[in-house]
């Protein structure tokens, strides 16, 4: 059984696995800077951070949230993000994910948002159908541009 819940201190180790595993192009130091700066309460970003856990206690997956002022193809202006979701690939097409996502709009609602968004890479495709099969919908793609100032 997958039991959702938000991280605590005690996970720091293996919230940073998991997000290693989802962002390799960062290092370990620089997640585990970022997850100190969280329990601090120092972080912008995410809000909350939600772990599965499977019937051993052990975290395979977590979801990162935080509340934006805009997101493509939305209304409202508080509107709860997905800015992180994964699963360890052994557990994945079991209903992970999808727990993940329940127990993120829960969140979202509680926060009085009335929108969830997410966004992907444009060629992860398992990611957009799981995206479809839980309910959301396409609301477009952007090619993204920076320069330094
Ligand atoms: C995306 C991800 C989190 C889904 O986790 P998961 O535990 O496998 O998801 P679930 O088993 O709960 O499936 C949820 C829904 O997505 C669909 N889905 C999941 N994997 C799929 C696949 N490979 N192909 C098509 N649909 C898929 C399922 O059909 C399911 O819908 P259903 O319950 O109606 O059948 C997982 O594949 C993952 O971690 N991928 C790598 C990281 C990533 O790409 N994250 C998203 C970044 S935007």
Known sequence: MTIVRPAKPTD???????????WPDRSKAEHGGEIDR???GDAREPLTVLLAEDGAGCPIGLAELS????AEGCRSDRI???????VVPKARGSGVGRALIAAAEEWGRSQGCREFASDAQPDNQISAAAHRALGFVEAGL???FRKDL
């Open 12 to 22: 720091a180790d293996a919230w940073l696995e998991l997000r290693h595993a989802l």
């Open 38 to 40: 969280f329990f601090a």
């Open 67 to 70: 509340i934006r002022a805009y």
């Open 80 to 86: 709860a993000y997905l800015e992180g979701w994964f």
């Open 142 to 144: 952007v090619r993204c």
